[in-house]
């Protein structure tokens, strides 16, 4: 079981940017799959950016492609969420996952995940 720790969430007007930040306990953290998921009250869970283990390849949710930049920091058993242009409709609580060894067409799929984070609340005022 990996555990992961979600931070950098805030209240920030539209055109603003925030980077999140999401900090796992795996001992082996470049097998692991790290992504982004966000959800707002009454809706499921929707994917939002993704990166596979030991590659650089990222992967977005159309609705954020251009926006949002996902990275990550093996030495710090770190995965980041840069959101640039911030709109009302990004605010949403944002959840980090992990799966080890994810297999690329699982990457966007919520239920592909084991781990996940408590999640950070964005907020993004008109």
């Known amino acids: 079981q990996v555990q992961l720790a979600e931070s950098g969430g805030e209240l920030v007007q539209a055109g603003g940017s925030l980077r999140l930040s999401c900090v796992a306990s795996?001992?082996?953290?470049?097998?692991?799959?790290m992504a982004w998921f966000r959800q707002t009250p009454g809706k499921d869970r929707e994917f939002v950016a993704a990166?596979?283990?030991?590659?650089?390849?990222?992967y977005y949710a159309d609705s954020v492609k251009g926006w949002f930049t996902i990275s990550r920091d093996n030495n710090k058993n770190t995965v980041y969420l840069q959101m640039n242009n911030l709109k009302p409709e990004d605010t949403a609580v944002y959840y980090c996952?992990?799966?080890?060894?994810?297999?690329?067409?699982?990457?966007?799929?919520?239920?592909?995940?084991?781990?996940w984070g408590q999640g950070t609340q964005v907020t993004v005022s008109s």
């Open positions: 996952a992990a799966k080890k060894w994810i297999i690329l067409s699982a990457v966007p799929s919520e239920s592909a995940y084991d781990n």
């Open positions: 795996a001992s082996s953290f470049r097998d692991y799959g």
């Open positions: 990166m596979r283990y030991r590659s650089t390849q990222e």
